[in-house]
């Protein structure tokens, strides 16, 4: 494999990782707080869709990016009061609420016609780091939304281990009845952890019309959604670890294009590639069987007990 | 008691941000849902037409172009043609296409490949409609068991992709392209096949890299495919997947030279008019409009098979160059239609067929296999 | 605040379908009434969202009533729908009574459908009738199976949380699935299809001209067999008081490892007998991507019917009613078969938010 062939293969699995990324933190916080959100493949098409619809409208990144979050808000709302709000079961919920959501996306997707941007977002080679030989080229010469989405990663771990309320959300997962002992609504903390969550699933959307097209296409989350889950258990529900996780997949995934370059890939089954990451979630999950979901995960909170 | 009403009160919130949803979507277009072709004049009022397809009329690829022929043949004839989009499964197809027979159209559309099973069984159940379906070729035994009403419909998309391969071997340097192809079958790979053998009808030597990427409709993984070709130094890459095509215009827009990309079926030039070098009309849209015209005029024949190709229904002529012009080159061109285009028309130049006949193009690397010289090329 | 009106959200979590006292003992009126309400709500809803489409409710769902049972056609193909159903929420309510979540139940239908499809159309074309329906539903099932299987020992064996295991398997299935297509069996010149079944393999007619065949007396019996070993059989009895609780299932010398294989190999054959009878009972080869949802809106029959073998087959009816009903719309009242999907994720949340469906959480 020769050298441009290996920065390629990193450079595309960076891009690949940006989406992905984005809604496993969204549901590393959702689930850090105790509510699985299967649900947020369905986020993520809404904010995709609702993004496009901004961008051809506006021809605009910011309007776009504002329109994804708002959607991601208001979903996340829906979501919080079903979750959380109604405790209904949280498995059946998400995988309804997927269903719906690719449901009406489709449907709209039909009535509203767009067109092709291309990408708003500017491509950002960074002032002397993306001089670094090698490293530059494959980690510091992207568009700006891939800056922007690792910049969530350390402000999420902040926020889960150096803020208040990030601890608060932590225990409403852990230990729901302390943090209720303590005077703290675990409901409130659980529903904004739930609208976070949301949020970031939609904006995964959202990029992923950004960074290729600015157009909406049905069907285009292609499952990302249910990947994340299977990141987040791997991530051991650290945000650090879910960006390796994500990366790791983006390069996985760029390794089938590079056939031109690796001969060998060529006698590869397409479907093995396509089934990779979900077997890796598998192999993960298996070997990662201390991995332990945050104890209060699924549970809905109804008060104290007695 | 109260909270009863809440959740009654919460689940109209929903029901109110669908609305919003639903309406802003809505006021797009009013023309949308069943899309009439204004059954009002001409004598053909009473002919109906149905469609059903895998995707939306609207996707700028290959249902877009089906849906034009098809209300243009509406339009021009006074027909009643409605056109469904977004089915996935067989039995969809199935009882979709049910539930229009029965609804009493005259002919019933069935744009998928695959679905000739379930084409077969409504032209049984109901055989005063006619049933096509395409693009697919019937097999031998099909043609004996199939009900009468039965007809296929296909275009030779090879043609189209052989030629712009042959046009893109006659740029100036460019000496690797690729294709990024959807899902493996004949009708898809036909079309990288076809572009791999009409470059080498120019220049033999030309390397050539394609990707199945399993997908119609994931941009992100076909900008990613598309990217890994560019770095590997692929020139011009063509679009054999559908409305994901929009992920390798990004990626030909964000290379470090000059990449051109050559999407199908639908002349989407404004989508990406910086990368976009010419795309392939497979003519979709004129074939329909033809089998239409046919149907409802005086009506197709018993077993009717329809293959189209470049020669008999213009398909596969690329869309005009614009101010892709200077990029080709102008001799090029000029030598292209003398060499290529006339030579497919008089005959001198024969293109392979899909899997019925010998050679082939239908099979994964039957395009870098075969002697281009064999049919007619001169290289 | 909430406990008042709704006591039961805190009562234990009790996997539903093992109760003594059925629901429908302990308040019959209040849950028809929950029920009537809901689906009020539900047609509300929908009602709205037609308008803002422009189309008319009460258009819409005459459609859909016609769509579903309109005509004999539209009846079997109801009832072919309904039959896997039926099998694809067996897949889940039985590892739900002991207490697993299996959110696989798509892919093991579709490894049924691959197994199936691999068996019916290798056989000689001259295997008698019975022989290879038989031989081709064996399959079928044994495939389906063998891929819940692996989330049961995973999760028996490893502790790996089989909600995440049977869902990410799903995605492995459908690969398999396109490979199986493109690849194993291919028609040459046509995509996204395996060569068909020999014709010995297919489930025979039951009603002329219409698509239903012997496939649902299958379903039928397979619900009733599964209702049976749950509750007259020591095996049952075992999964029951495993769903209960593991600590008590334990304490009275039940095998847990044993129980969730069991339990998964059961349920993963259901589904794989679903995929059998898409097969070789309605669409006489495997395709790529030949389900609209099944296996997932088997969750929801399952939920629906609480669990019950019985109530399955009901619940199982009036969700393919709405699948099926729902292919009509466009035809008849101009809207987006999409619109289909909606539907039925609605009417389930909606269920869910008016407690007529109360399921509990999975042991996690």
């Known amino acids: ?306 | 008691m109260v909270s009863q009403i809440r959740r009654i009160g919460g689940l109209l919130l929903i029901v109110i941000a669908a609305v919003a949803i639903a309406s802003c979507g809505g006021s797009d277009d009013s023309s949308s849902g069943s899309a009439n072709g204004d059954g009002g004049g001409g004598g053909n009022g009473d002919f109906k037409v149905a469609l059903m397809s895998e995707g939306a009329k609207n996707d700028k690829s290959f249902s877009n172009s089906v849906y034009d022929g098809a209300s243009r043949a509406a339009k021009e004839h006074g027909l009643d043609m409605e056109f469904v989009g977004s089915l996935v499964t067989p039995d969809e197809f199935l009882r979709q296409g049910n539930s229009f027979a029965s609804s009493g159209v005259d002919l019933l559309m069935f744009i998928h490949g695959g679905m000739a099973v379930q084409a077969r069984e409504v032209a049984r159940r109901f055989p005063d409609v006619t049933v096509c379906v395409g693009p697919v070729q019937p097999t031998p035994e099909e043609e004996k068991t199939d009900p009468p009403n039965m007809c296929y419909w296909d275009v030779q998309q090879q043609d189209g992709s052989f030629m712009a391969g042959a046009l893109v071997a006659m740029m100036p340097g460019v000496d690797h392209i690729g294709s990024v192809n959807a899902f493996e079958f004949a009708a898809i790979t036909r079309q990288a096949e076809g572009f791999a053998l009409g470059a080498r009808c120019i220049n033999p030597d030309i390397k050539f890299t394609q990707t199945y990427i399993e997908t119609w409709t994931d941009t992100d993984k076909a900008r990613a495919a598309a990217q890994s070709m560019i770095s590997a130094g692929v020139d011009v890459i063509l679009s054999a997947t559908d409305s994901a095509v929009v992920g390798i215009y990004e990626a030909a827009r964000d290379a470090s030279k000059p990449v051109y990309v050559i999407p199908s079926y639908f002349d989407a030039y404004e989508q990406a008019p910086d990368v976009i070098l010419t795309t392939i009309l497979h003519n979709l849209d004129g074939a329909i409009d033809d089998l239409i015209t046919q149907a409802q005029g005086e009506g197709l024949e018993d077993h009717a098979v329809l293959d189209y190709d470049f020669v008999n229904g213009d398909v596969g002529k690329l869309a005009p160059f614009r101010d892709k012009k200077k990029a080709i080159g102008a001799e090029n061109i000029e030598r292209w239609q003398t060499e290529i285009v006339d030579a497919v028309k008089s005959g001198d130049l024969e293109i392979p067929g899909t899997v019925t006949t010998d050679p082939q193009l239908g099979s994964v690397g039957s395009g870098t296999k075969l002697d281009p010289t064999e049919f007619g090329c001169k290289a | ?364």
Request: proline share 4%; charged share 10%.
């Open chain 3, 1 to 364: 605040m909430r406990m008042d009106s709704t006591g039961l959200a805190s009562a234990p979590p009790v996997a539903v379908g093992s109760r003594r006292d059925g629901w429908w003992k302990a308040a019959p009126v209040r849950a028809a009434v929950r029920l009537a309400g809901a689906l009020a709500l539900t047609a509300g809803l929908m009602s709205v969202l037609v308008i803002a489409l422009g189309a008319n409710p009460v258009e819409t769902f005459q459609a859909l009533w016609q769509g579903a049972f309109g005509s004999p056609f539209n009846v079997g193909s109801t009832a072919i729908v309904a039959a896997i159903l039926v099998l694809t929420a067996l897949a889940f309510a039985l590892p739900y009574t002991s207490g697993f979540l299996n959110v696989g139940g798509e892919g093991q239908m579709y490894v049924g459908a691959i197994a199936s499809a691999g068996v019916g159309l290798s056989l000689a074309p001259s295997t008698p009738v019975v022989v290879a329906l038989l031989v081709s539903v064996a399959g079928g099932v044994v495939g389906g199976s063998l891929w819940a299987g692996v989330v049961g020992v995973l999760r028996a064996w490893t502790g790996a949380n089989e909600m995440i295991t049977s869902l990410m398997l799903n995605f492995v299935a459908f690969a398999l699935a396109n490979y199986a297509v493109s690849v194993l069996w291919p028609v040459p010149g046509v995509g996204q299809q395996t060569q068909p079944v020999i014709p010995a393999a297919r489930f025979p007619e039951l009603w002329t001209n219409t698509p239903l065949n012997t496939a649902v007396l299958l379903a039928l019996a397979v619900a009733a067999g599964v209702w049976w070993i749950l509750r007259h059989t020591r095996l049952g009895f075992k999964m029951r008081v495993t769903g209960l609780s593991e600590g008590a299932a334990r304490q009275a010398g039940v095998g847990i490892r044993g129980i969730t294989t069991t339990t998964f190999l059961l349920a993963g054959g259901c589904a794989g007998a679903a995929g059998a009878i898409s097969v070789l009972g309605v669409n006489g080869a495997l395709y790529n991507g030949f389900s609209a949802d099944y296996g997932f809106i088997g969750i929801a029959v399952a939920l629906v019917a609480r669990s019950s073998p019985i109530l399955i087959v009901p619940a199982a009816v009036l969700f393919a009613a709405l699948r099926v009903g729902s292919d009509n719309l466009f035809a008849n009242a101009g809207i987006s078969p999409s619109l289909g999907a909606v539907i039925v994720g609605s009417l389930v949340i909606t269920l869910l938010a008016t407690r007529v469906l109360r399921p509990t959480a999975g042991k996690g």
């Open chain 1, 1 to 306: 494999m020769s050298e441009a062939a290996f920065i390629a293969l990193v450079v595309v699995g960076v891009q690949l990782m940006v989406p992905l990324l984005l809604a496993s933190l969204g549901e590393l916080i959702s689930e850090r707080a105790g509510v699985l959100n299967i649900g947020i493949e369905g986020c993520m098409a809404l904010g995709a869709f609702f993004a496009a619809v901004a961008v051809t409208s506006t021809d605009s990144l910011i309007a776009g990016l504002a329109l994804g979050l708002a959607v991601g808000v208001l979903t996340g709302i829906v979501l919080a009061w079903l979750y959380v709000g109604l405790g209904l079961n949280q498995i059946i919920t998400g995988l309804m609420f997927t269903i719906l959501a690719l449901g009406v996306t489709a449907a709209l997707f039909e009535r509203y016609t767009q067109s092709a941007k291309g990408t708003l977002a500017p491509r950002l080679p960074i002032p002397l780091l993306s001089d670094i030989p090698w490293i530059g080229e494959m980690f510091f010469d992207h568009s700006i939304l891939v800056y922007g989405a690792v910049a969530l990663v350390p402000v999420c771990a902040w926020f889960l281990k150096g803020t208040w309320w990030g601890l608060r959300t932590t225990s409403a997962g852990e230990n729901p009845s302390a943090l209720d002992s303590a005077g703290y609504s675990v409901r409130l903390y659980r529903s904004i952890a739930v609208v976070i969550g949301s949020t970031l699933a939609a904006l995964g959307g959202a990029v992923l019309v950004l960074a290729t097209s600015g157009r909406f296409v049905s069907g285009m989350t292609a499952g990302r959604g249910f990947i994340a889950l299977g990141v987040v258990v791997v991530a051991r529900w650290y945000p650090g670890r879910a960006l390796l996780v994500c990366l790791l997949i983006g390069i996985t995934q760029a390794l089938q294009f590079q056939v031109a370059a690796i001969d060998a890939l060529e006698s590869v089954p397409v479907d093995v590639w396509v089934a990779l990451p979900y077997l890796a979630a598998v192999l993960a999950v298996v070997i990662g069987r201390r991995a332990r979901y945050p104890s209060a995960t699924t549970i809905p909170w109804i008060g104290q007990k007695g």
